[in-house]
């Protein structure tokens, strides 16, 4: 069975893949010397001793495959992730998704950090934001349908989809390089919307890589509170 978060309104992180556990990194990292495992105690003291001095490529012999649905935003910030190999819907061979993103709260800007948001706004001007922000993207999507009804070209009608409609992509990524994205995208710096389906990735691999998960978390909160 696919392991499946939900993530935010009407997203998901399905994990479809895996390649590889904690023992494949111990035995990548022994062949060296030509040993494999040595038993749970040495073999996750090893796989410490691997992550915190930089040693990643014994990481890249785990390997997972994702189908996510996020919001064209988060979907932005993911795609900046090289080391990923990726596949996204296309609103040029198919038509728009016609899900978007309702957010539960609308958050205050930040002043101090210019990228950030703080606090969330009164329930009652929420509401009333929301409600404005769900017609507005009803429009869109109106006038979408109205110029494929017409017969304008996918690739132009979509010029009128928001940014908070849901894409659809299958993402791959080593275990080495996953930690990176984890370090950048499972951080209060993110934005909240990408910190989630980083949270729900964790989630999806810890089962696999325990060990390791158990050793990012721990450097994790230690990062945090030295920050
Ligand atoms: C909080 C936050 C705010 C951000 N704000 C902005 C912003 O305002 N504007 C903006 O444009 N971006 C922004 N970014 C994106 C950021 O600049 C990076 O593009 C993104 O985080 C991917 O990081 P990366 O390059 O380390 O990841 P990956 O592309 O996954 O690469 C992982 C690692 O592989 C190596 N690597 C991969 N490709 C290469 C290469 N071609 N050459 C050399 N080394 C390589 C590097 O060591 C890299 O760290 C932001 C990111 C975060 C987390």
Redesign the pocket.
């Known amino acids: 069975m696919i392991a499946e978060q939900k993530v935010l309104d009407k997203g998901f992180v399905r994990l479809l893949e895996v390649m590889g556990d904690d023992l494949s990194i111990v035995q990548a990292a022994r062949v060296s010397y030509g040993q494999g495992a040595k038993g749970d105690d040495k073999d996750k003291k090893l796989i410490r001793y691997l992550y915190t001095h930089k040693h990643t490529s014994p990481f890249e012999m785990v390997e997972f495959k994702f189908h996510v649905r996020c919001p064209i935003f988060v979907a932005r910030q993911w795609i900046?992730?090289?080391?990923w190999n990726y596949n996204e819907y296309s609103m040029r061979y198919s038509d728009a998704i016609s899900d978007y993103y309702v957010p539960a709260t609308w958050r205050k800007q930040d002043v101090k950090n210019k990228?950030g948001s703080t606090d969330p706004l009164s329930a009652e001007v929420n509401e009333e934001l929301r409600e404005k922000y769900r017609r507005q993207c009803d429009e869109a999507f109106k006038l979408y349908d109205e110029l494929i009804r017409d017969g304008i070209a996918r690739e132009m009608a979509r010029f009128v989809v928001p940014v908070g409609t849901y894409t659809e992509f299958y993402g791959k990524i080593d275990l080495g390089?996953l930690l990176?994205?984890l370090m950048?995208?499972d951080d209060p710096?993110?934005q909240w919307e990408i910190q989630v389906y980083a949270r729900a990735i964790k989630e999806l691999v810890q089962p696999h890589v325990p060990w390791t998960m158990e050793i990012y978390d721990e450097l994790r909160q230690n990062s945090a509170q030295s920050a």
């Open positions: 900046r992730h090289r080391t990228q390089n990176k994205f950048l995208r710096h993110a």
